[in-house]
């Protein structure tokens, strides 16, 4: 439809040509350096305040928090959560070493590689991320071979596993990230900031976790 | 797009009867404001960010097809591809070719009004395609077979009891024969249902909130997560939105994420932000084979360099409609138009033509509420006395009314006249009206007045006039 794709720009075109307004080299130099916005403070705490107000924000949308000295407890920090949660003891990790080399057998939890659709229905997935949000208490994930989004997404319950020097203050902080990974196709297919388990207020405007995704997220922070 | 906004005055009647529908205009019309005063109340900046959110969307329309143009590169450097579509004919057909390139029946759906402006749904239905959506509001309507009631709420006027109705005749070939009725269970009903679905279809369609020329990103907000499975499990993905999506750059994107869900639903954050773009690359896990962006016009390049351009900046938050004395009285449904409320009132016209929502920019008492709210300022009530222009000059008042403002231009001429008429008219209101609270109220208008007080009431006119106190040196 390379008609419809000329149509349309010679009318935005025209409507340049009436208005006189368009700078397209200045919006070609703010594509390659753009500039900096208004940040709201929030978006911005003391990096010696940013684990706090990353946790009290994770609480707010529904997470439950943990925390945890070295990787090489995070499987028994896992055992504890499905215990409480009256669950199995069978987790589903990506092919991420930060998790795969840990100790799961010796703390009682059997953890499967197994990664499609109907595995992973109603399960338990442990996942690394990229970053914690202090700003909105949302944790940010890139897909990649470490991480198929997938496991954030049909699991009935998500455990992400942070290093507390992964927490950063706003978008901007993820958005740095982001860029910094970029290779020839750009940025990495998905980019999600998970703020809390799944809901919906679709009926009645009530408040129901567990629409379509995680019912339960809990975060592992390792110091 | 399919517009019966003639029917306006009918719908609105029986929308003010309806009890039940007014329980659900009460969450529009109270609920989400305090929502959105507390939680914007908490954010210093708030209207700081307003003005940016202005600013950047001037600067992405005064520049869209730099911006186009770039995003259109870095979608295709990402491996994906940009289809552009000027009517919604194009757009269904170009949606068709992809879905039937995937070889495949079964289309899942994430929540997009520019798909319902387009009907889409309809469109692939009629050729054989199995369409569901996925967020559970619209999921609800598409089983009643209605329009969305509200562009965030879209379902918000139906009670549990309604949608019990709706999943107990829908559900049934699926073996769920037991009637359900608690919220909690018609969400885990339509999860179990709809997840079945997610893991069998072939074709995932989303919209998109933003589109980011920086990145190639395009952006989606939900709360429930199905626009991510949406995007995530079927071999494609497909994307259709409105070309005014785009927003220039990763930082000007977060002037939105921190306004939107406040304006929206009072919410600090949606919980499930994702930027997507392009199909699943080599080192990926998982994702889509394919990933295609359709590009739609229909109409908004007319609406560029005219003096409702400024309503390209809106970004579909749903805050003009809750803060709508008319939308919060009548409800979404009544305007018949996927676009309702005050965006509505100026959208419809552009997207659709004067004559066939003529009636919806006369729906409203120009208060100026939803300027007040709209998070990108755009000003609603001079866009609808442009559209109200427009009509008056197109001819497409109805005739009692243009003879009645005729009427009342020749009476101003005639001042002597004009005040014997009014003077007339308020004696006689005086005299059908009755005392309330130390005011009095006309609460039965005769003839043509009737439509008036058949939902408010008239207050009569004080006496004497301000014209006779002036004249006996009472007022100055
Ligand atoms: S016009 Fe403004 S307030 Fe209304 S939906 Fe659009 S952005 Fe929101």
């Keep these: 439809m390379s008609n419809a794709r000329n149509a349309i720009f010679a009318k935005i075109k025209a409507a340049d040509a009436k208005r006189g307004k368009s700078s397209p080299a200045d919006s070609r130099a703010r594509l390659e350096t753009p500039p900096a916005q208004l940040v709201p403070a929030m978006g911005k705490p003391a990096p010696e305040e940013a684990r706090d107000i990353f946790i009290t924000k994770a609480l707010e949308l529904g997470c439950t928090v943990a925390d945890c000295e070295s990787f090489a407890d995070v499987p028994a920090k896992v055992s504890t959560y499905l215990q409480e949660q009256d669950c199995p003891g069978q987790v589903h990790i990506p092919d991420d070493a930060d998790l795969s080399l840990l100790g799961w057998e010796d703390a009682g939890i059997a953890a499967s590689s197994q990664l499609d659709a109907e595995a992973l229905d109603g399960r338990t997935s442990v996942t690394r991320a990229i970053a914690g949000v202090a700003e909105t208490g949302a944790v940010a994930v890139a897909s990649s071979s470490k991480h198929p989004v997938s496991l954030g997404l049909l699991p009935d319950r998500h455990i992400f596993v942070l290093k507390v020097d992964e927490i950063k203050g706003g978008y901007e902080d993820v958005w740095r990230i982001g860029r910094a990974a970029k290779d020839n196709q750009g940025m990495s297919r998905a980019l999600n900031l998970i703020g809390g388990p799944s809901r919906t207020g679709d009926i009645e405007a009530t408040l129901v976790m567990g629409a379509h995704g995680p019912r339960t997220v809990h975060i592992i922070l390792v110091s | 797009m399919h517009v019966t906004s003639e029917k306006f005055q009918d719908n609105a009647k029986a929308a003010i009867d309806d009890d039940q529908l007014q329980a659900g205009l009460f969450i529009f019309g109270k609920i989400f404001p305090l929502l959105r005063e507390a939680t914007a109340s908490k954010l210093p900046e708030f209207e700081a960010l307003r003005d940016s959110a202005r600013d950047i969307k001037i600067e992405a329309l005064n520049n869209l097809g730099t911006y186009l143009e770039a995003f259109e590169d870095r979608v295709e450097e990402a491996g994906g591809r940009v289809h552009w579509a000027r009517t919604a004919e194009e757009a269904n057909t170009i949606v068709e070719q992809l879905c039937e390139e995937s070889g495949g029946k079964d289309i899942i759906k994430s929540k997009s009004m520019v798909t319902e402006e387009l009907e889409l749904n309809d469109h692939l239905i009629g050729k054989g395609y199995n369409v569901v959506e996925t967020d559970l509001g619209e999921y609800i309507i598409q089983l009643r077979n209605e329009k969305p009631f509200h562009i965030v709420g879209p379902a918000l006027h139906l009670n549990a009891g309604q949608v019990s109705d709706t999943f107990y005749e829908a559900h049934q070939k699926y073996g769920r024969t037991e009637r359900v009725e608690d919220k909690v269970k018609l969400v885990e009903e339509a999860r179990i249902v709809l997840r079945e679905r997610f893991k069998n279809a072939d074709v995932g369609i989303t919209g998109a909130n933003f589109l980011v020329a920086e990145t190639g990103q395009i ?35 977060s002037v939105f994420l921190r306004i939107l869900a406040r304006s929206a639903t009072g919410q600090d954050t949606s919980n499930y932000v994702s930027l997507y773009s392009g199909p699943r690359r080599a080192r990926d896990a998982d994702g889509p084979e394919s990933f295609d962006v359709v590009l739609v016009d229909n109409g908004r390049t007319d609406m560029l360099g005219t003096p409702v351009e400024e309503m390209l900046r809106c970004i579909r938050c749903g805050a003009c409609l809750n803060s709508c004395p008319v939308f919060t009285t009548v409800g979404g449904q009544s305007y018949g138009s996927v676009y309702s409320g005050p965006m509505g009132a100026v959208w419809t016209p552009a997207l659709a033509s004067v004559s066939s929502a003529a009636k919806l920019p006369n729906a409203s008492s120009f208060c100026g509420k939803c300027e007040e709210v709209c998070p990108v300022r755009i000003p609603l009530p001079s866009m609808m006395r442009h559209w109200r222009e427009k009509e008056f000059e197109a001819h497409l008042t109805p005739s009692g009314q243009r003879w009645g403002l005729g009427v009342w231009a020749w009476l101003g001429r005639h001042p002597s006249l004009y005040r014997a008429a009014t003077s007339i008219a308020g004696m006689g209101l005086r005299l059908i009206a009755k005392g309330r609270r130390g005011r009095r109220f006309v609460t039965a208008l005769p003839f043509i007045g009737r439509g008036w007080t058949q939902s408010r009431d008239l207050a009569a006119p004080a006496e004497p006039t301000f014209l006779s106190q002036y004249k006996e040196g009472r007022r100055r």
């Design chain 2, 219 to 253: 952006v989606l907000v939900t709360n429930e997560g199905n626009a991510d499975l949406t995007a995530t499990l079927p071999k494609r993905h497909i994307v259709v939105t409105g070309i005014e999506k785009v927003v220039p750059t990763l930082d000007d994107l």
